[in-house]
């Protein structure tokens, strides 16, 4: 009879926990649609990818969302989203792009010239020659064309390639 009574046990505790996880992913989930409409966004968020500070971080990531697909420019947002507790963010943690992105990559070892890129706010301004990327790298590009964005001293560095 103690037997049964374990395994009546360990049962429940494993329902339980699944109903947790169940219930944390809705939470997550429903915290995307707060974190997009907080920042900005007219639509749901879009192709998340977890892991943006590093790899095995879950509780930080990216997203893209429409912004207004009839503005001139700044249409669609890419936020980056940080529920880390320690962790801060050194650049705004909303990007604003002109193009929709095909899919959202975090990249971690590339090594790209930032002279490269150009200052989001101002776009004549180049990165600076001799320096390259290290840390994350938002790419929002397939098929060999796309963006790719770097936090640069407090400032969001943007590289278009085709």
Known sequence: MQLDHRVTVAFLAIVQSFVLLCD???????????VAKENGCKG???GYVSGYLSGEDKSTG?????????AEKDRILIVVVNRHPHGT???PNVLRSINQPQKLTILRDE??????FV???????????????SGPVIDTGDDGVG???FCYKGAWLVRVYH
Do not use: M, N
Not at 24 to 34: D, F, I, Q, V
Not at 62 to 68: G, H, P, S
Not at 119 to 133: E, H
């Open 111 to 116: 090594k790209i010239p930032l002279s490269w």
């Open 44 to 46: 749901e968020p879009t």
């Open 119 to 133: 200052v989001r706010d101002k776009p004549s301004q180049t990165g600076p020659a001799g320096r390259y990327t």
């Open 147 to 149: 963006e790719q964005w």
């Open 24 to 34: 944390s992913g809705h939470s997550a989930e429903k915290s995307l649609a707060s």
């Open 62 to 70: 990216v997203f893209w969302c429409v912004r207004d697909l009839d």
């Open 89 to 91: 963010l050194k650049c």
